[in-house]
């Protein structure tokens, strides 16, 4: 697993930024919890790629369980067609207790879908 996570902190402004490598180092399961606190997301850069369509999805449940109606949903979930790279950004951002994040393959809608390792990077910034 390639999960890495960078805080920065001035008196402007308090940021993280999560990049999570599932090109490099796949891995077919929930990254649980990555910022390690609540905060407020503002930008997700996805980069796909890999040679079919995969999803990112961001869910704000403690302790998700997939395929369970209401753990295993995801909260935000974006499709990214193959070889292609797509940012998506929140201004003002969406308030998060905790968030965990997984990308699947194919361009399945279930927020309930299975992990799996795939040609992503997905690059978050929060505070």
Do not use: H
């Not at 930024?17 to 990555?34: C, G, K, L, M, R």
Request: charge should be negative; glycine fraction near 8%; aromatic fraction near 8%.
């Amino acid at each position: 697993m390639a999960l890495k996570v960078s805080g920065f902190n001035s008196s402007a402004l308090d940021y993280k930024i999560v990049y999570f490598d599932n090109q490099s180092t796949p891995t077919a399961a929930i990254q649980e919890n990555v910022t390690g606190s609540n905060g407020t997301l503002f930008s997700v850069d996805i980069d796909n790629k890999s040679g079919s369509i995969a999803v990112v999805r961001l869910s704000d449940y403690p302790s998700p369980i997939l395929g369970d109606a209401t753990a295993g949903q995801a909260d935000m979930f974006w499709a990214v067609p193959a070889t292609t790279a797509k940012r998506i950004e929140i201004p003002g951002g969406v308030a998060f207790s905790q968030l965990n994040l997984w990308t699947t393959l194919g361009g399945v809608a279930l927020t309930t879908a299975v992990p799996a390792s795939n040609g992503l990077t997905v690059t978050i910034i929060c505070s």
